[in-house]
T-cell receptor
Framework: EPEVTQTPSHQVTQMGQEVILRCVPI?????FYWYRQILGQKVEFLVS????????KSEIFDDQFSVERPDGSNFTLKIRSTKLEDSAMYFC?????????????FGEGSWLTVV | AQSVAQPEDQVNVAEGNPLTVKCTYSVSGNPYLFWYVQYPNRGLQFLLK??????LVKGSYGFEAEFNKSQTSFHLKKPSALVSDSALYFC?????????????FGGGTRLMVKP
């Protein structure tokens, strides 16, 4: 069964450093997302991406964050200068189309620990 | 704005007994409702969804959910719980009028099935 894959599974970084989280969405999907889950808290939407541009973003997704689809298969989330409060599990997700009934499929997540 | 409430942080049930995990939602347009399960240190796994049609939807691993428009609820159910069902369950909603198709999650309910 096709799946969303994410790397790295876990990354520890120092405060102020740049981090890039990588994702390979399901191959025929067109919509891509990043969500995050701070330990013990709910899953929060960060950004959605379609046709090489951001279609929606939350208040969390400030100027420190950026997304990119550098080639036909990868989708990345960059955090420019990490803060302690960026420590969380980051989930990449994808869906096949714009219909709100389309299922969003999630990857296994990337644990980011900022020290 | 769309929102989801899962009123129970934890549900305890004995193996073999029926289980219910509660979810209520709020959206402006038509609701598209989803249940996801998260096993320890794993990603979010899709269980089932309601788009339209029959109020009772069936999903993976014997789970089902009942959509109730008047009560704005989408409770997850299973006739006979297994110890392996122990996990964190998330209800999520999308508003049919939301162009970005953002998924909004509830806070999650931990299901503990005891032998």
């Amino acid at each position: 069964e096709p799946e969303v894959t994410q790397t790295p599974s876990h990354q520890v970084t120092q405060m102020g450093q740049e981090v890039i989280l990588r994702c390979v969405p399901i191959s025929n999907h067109l919509y891509f997302y990043w969500y995050r889950q701070i330990l013990g808290q709910k899953v929060e939407f960060l950004v959605s991406f379609y046709n090489n541009e951001i279609s929606e973003k939350s208040e969390i997704f400030d100027d420190q964050f950026s997304v990119e689809r550098p080639d036909g298969s990868n989708f990345t989330l960059k955090i420019r200068s990490t803060k302690l409060e960026d420590s969380a599990m980051y989930f990449c997700a994808s869906s096949g189309g714009p219909n709100p009934g389309n299922t969003i499929y999630f990857g296994e997540g990337s644990w980011l620990t900022v020290v | 704005a769309q929102s989801v409430a899962q009123p129970e942080d934890q549900v305890n049930v004995a193996e073999g007994n029926p289980l219910t995990v509660k979810c209520t939602y709020s959206v402006s347009g038509n609701p598209y409702l989803f249940w996801y399960v998260q096993y320890p240190n794993r990603g979010l796994q899709f269980l089932l969804k309601y788009i339209t049609g029959d109020n009772l939807v069936k999903g993976s691993y014997g789970f089902e959910a009942e959509f109730n428009k008047s009560q704005t609820s989408f409770h997850l159910k299973k006739p006979s719980a297994l110890v392996s069902d122990s996990a964190l369950y998330f209800c999520a909603v999308r508003d049919g009028r939301n162009a970005g198709n953002m998924l909004t999650f509830g806070g999650g309910t931990r299901l503990m099935v005891k032998p």
